[in-house]
């Protein structure tokens, strides 16, 4: 681990290169990620572990992945039978309230 | 200001304007479409939509962003050299062996798949991104209720 792992081999990183970052910085990470999951993923728990942080973030992706999923099959209900254009001012003034 | 939305969670009506104008100009031009589009069509390029929104409203200031303009367009240029390709029938398709689930022993490599270009950081990039990220994704999915809510009640 002498050498400084060029930015350019960027293809196969490996997560030990952490242990070059500060203890402190990645915690500081992990506490904002934390920070971001919805409250009934998060426990306000000073002793949640990283790997938990991480575990419950993508679960939290992939929820709101599937959250734009369903919106998406959503809106493709209302296009076809609304027109947006006449709701167009009404959304856009709730876009910009 | 009050919110004329009438969305549940509506605490923070909508944060970031470029992300609302790009996804509702492209919805009028899905919709303008609508009577020539199937249902699958329709929802995929709305799908499609609400991500392009997302990065190009983050543009080139983030990796992730980034990562996912360039997976968009690939998968656009894809789609439309399927639309004009003659089948060749010299074209043998070699069968992909079948992939099997990693066991996801280090949640950082899980999570490198679920955000865009994760593969390529570096650890702490990759929990930085994955904020900036996430708190996209918030966003649109908030964007995307107040669509459904205005057009619902109007």
Known sequence: MSSRRSRTSSSRMQSSSSSRMTDEQIHDLLAKLQALLPEARLRSNDRVSGARVLQETCSHIRSLHREVDDLSERLSELLANSDINSAQAAIIRSLLA | ?154
């Not at chain 2, 199937?38 to 080139?60: D, E, P, Q, V």
């Not at chain 2, 398709?93 to 570096?122: F, H, I, N, S």
């Not at chain 2, 990759?126 to 107040?146: F, G, H």
């Open chain 2, 1 to 154: 200001m009050e919110s004329k939305s009438l969305s549940r969670d509506c605490n923070n009506p909508n944060p970031d304007p470029k992300m609302a104008f790009h996804f509702l100009r492209a919805l009028l031009h899905i919709q303008q479409s609508a009577a020539t589009t199937s249902f699958t069509g329709r929802r995929r390029r709305i799908k499609r939509a609400a991500y392009a929104s997302m990065a190009y409203s983050s543009g080139a200031r983030r990796a992730w962003s980034r990562a996912l303009i360039h997976t968009l367009r690939r998968r656009r240029q894809r789609q439309q050299r399927a639309r004009t390709a003659v089948a060749l029938p010299r074209r043998i398709r070699v069968a992909r062996p079948p992939r099997r689930e990693v066991a996801a022993a280090d949640q950082a490599q899980v999570l490198r798949k679920l955000v865009p270009g994760g593969t390529g950081m570096e650890y702490c990039m990759l929990l930085e991104e994955t904020a900036d990220y996430i708190r996209c994704l918030a966003t649109q999915v908030q964007l995307m209720r107040n669509v459904v809510d205005s057009v619902t009640n109007s």
